[in-house]
């Protein structure tokens, strides 16, 4: 159970003066209800913030040309090109087409769009340059 900090005033020295702040105790009592309220709140906040972005963030599906490498995240997708067949999407010819209809070799606009759905496509039909 949640507890909350209340504080008790406390007069033990004789001492201090009526102008000297007195001293503090802590003291915890149980509160029933506090803890399942903020996180019923907190928790449908994240819950609605994340499905947001995942209806948007759903559509994009990055493939690789080269084999059958599948991805969402744009990040991970120059990682592949980069790690398995040593080249980037400015050397390969590939270009990041937004649902938007921004195109663009950088991830930046994933950034800026709130629509942010990429697809690849292919600028030229010559080899794909290599590292």
Same mark, same amino acid.
Request: aromatic share 4%; net charge neutral.
């Given at each position: 159970?949640?507890? /909350? @900090?209340? +504080?008790? $005033?406390?007069?033990? #020295?004789?001492?201090? =003066?009526?102008?000297?702040?007195?001293?503090? *105790?802590?003291?915890?009592?149980? /509160? @029933?209800? +506090?803890? $399942?309220?903020?996180? #019923?709140?907190?928790? =449908?906040?994240?819950?609605?913030?994340?499905? *947001?972005?995942?209806?948007?963030?759903?559509?994009?599906?990055?493939?690789?040309?080269?084999?059958?490498?599948? =991805?969402?995240?744009?990040?991970?997708?120059?990682?592949?090109?980069?790690?398995?067949?040593?080249?980037?999407?400015?050397?390969?010819?590939?270009?990041?087409?937004?649902?938007?209809?921004?195109?663009?070799?950088?991830?930046?606009?994933?950034?800026?769009?709130?629509?942010?759905?990429?697809?690849?496509?292919?600028?030229?039909?010559?080899?794909?340059?290599?590292?």
């Amino acid at each position: 159970s949640q507890t /909350v @900090e209340v +504080e008790e $005033k406390c007069n033990e #020295s004789k001492e201090d =003066s009526e102008d000297e702040p007195m001293i503090k *105790k802590s003291k915890k009592e149980p /509160v @029933e209800n +506090e803890g $399942k309220r903020r996180a #019923s709140i907190k928790g =449908s906040s994240q819950s609605e913030t994340v499905q *947001k972005d995942h209806e948007h963030k759903q559509k994009s599906d990055l493939q690789c040309f080269e084999c059958e490498y599948r =991805s969402r995240s744009v990040m991970a997708w120059k990682a592949h090109l980069r790690i398995k067949h040593s080249t980037t999407p400015d050397l390969a010819g590939y270009l990041l087409r937004c649902d938007c209809g921004h195109e663009s070799r950088a991830h930046e606009h994933s950034y800026k769009c709130p629509i942010s759905n990429f697809t690849v496509i292919r600028e030229g039909n010559g080899p794909i340059r290599r590292l």
